[in-house]
């Protein structure tokens, strides 16, 4: 029998959820945007500056021995949480962006050329389309968009036949922040390996909602944000495999990067220093590996579970509102809903749902060319987190009837 998914454990564990705002309890929709933090990431934060603080890599004093090892505890247990292979195969980032910022320069300068393009989807976050606009235009490569469906699901077709000689890169996210849409990412890795092309995807919206392992996947490139997966603000992982981290140049220059620096040359450090130059944010890196503690404590796959009913559950309440219209409406969905509610803009359905303690996200959710798409200005979103109940679901339904009895 499976075990009872502990909500009011969890609950109590994130002390944000008891406060009220607008003079009502807290109803957390937002998570898609950034999660909550549990006491026990909170109290690593507290206990790094309180205990640690001190720079990691090159002191020989305790507290520099300290905050290292803290800092590569972290890194071995964010590669077991991904499941891969190396310690240095993680590469440790300020966020998704720094990630894919630092793949786009990198591997972009090494291995992509005039005439070459890159693929990526209709349904990507900015973070995925403007570093490779900014690389495309720096080389004279193309930027080629994979179409989806009304739906929001991935054409695959389409991509089987973009996917060609020229093709450097596939990078594509595994879950849509503005949709939901879960893309089948298994395929379209083989697909790309079939013709020799490497494949990143942006897990920001995947690593805290279903379980996945680098390997098995065979993925090149993964790419994701702390601060989406209950740790802190300020870091975040890019997963490479190391056969491409070895081929690819460093991305900044600076300290920690380097093994010999004269003013005539420099020699690079190895994996993974060498794509971290600088003091990273070291208490954010840390307690990264209390997020995921915390994570497996509850287990993905429980979570997942969890999830997936309170996601089925909330499309069938808030389908049940006149006027309701979802948007992103793929069969296989995580984390997110997005909504219109009648001809209402999505930010005064935001701000009545404010007044009434519940957080949504309203707008485009940095996808303009999903709105596009959609001949929309933008959505209301409710996501979700391991954290919230059919309670809060209820919470929604109510503040959208009131905005509908408002506004209409
Ligand atoms: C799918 C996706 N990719 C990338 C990002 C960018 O993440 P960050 O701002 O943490 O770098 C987000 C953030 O919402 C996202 O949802």
Sequence with gaps: MSKIYPIDRIRQDFPILRR????????YLDNGATTQKPQTVIDAISGYYTGINSNIHRGVHHLSQLA???????????????????NHEIIMTSGTTGGINLVAHSYGNEFVHKGDEI?????????????????????GAKLRVIPMDERGVLD??????????????VAITYVSNSLGTVNPVRGVISKAHAMGVPVLLDAAQAVHHIALNVQELDVDFLVFSGHKMYGPTGVGVLYGKENWLNAMPPYQGGGDMIKQVTFEKTTFNELP?????????IEAGICLGSAIDYIESIGLDAI?????DLMDYATERLLAID???????????SGVISFLLGDLHPYDVGVICDQLGVAVRTGHHCTQ???????????VRASFAMYNTREDVEALVAALQKASQMLQ
């Design 273 to 281: 220093f060498k794509f971290e130059a600088g003091t990273p944010n």
């Design 119 to 139: 693929l990526i989807s209709e349904m990507e976050h900015h973070s995925n389309i403007v570093p490779w606009q900014l690389l495309c235009a720096a080389k």
């Design 156 to 169: 695959m077709e389409a991509y089987q036949l973009m996917l060609n000689k020229k093709t450097k890169l």
């Design 304 to 308: 997942a579970a969890y999830e997936n």
């Design 323 to 333: 006027g309701l219209r979802i948007i992103g409406t793929a069969p296989e969905k």
């Design 20 to 27: 009220e705002v607008n003079g009502n309890p807290l109803i």
């Design 68 to 86: 290292t090892d803290a800092y590569e505890v972290s890194r071995a247990k964010i590669r077991q949480f991904i499941g891969a292979a190396h």
């Design 369 to 379: 060319p999903v709105m596009d798409k959609f001949g929309i200005p933008g959505t």
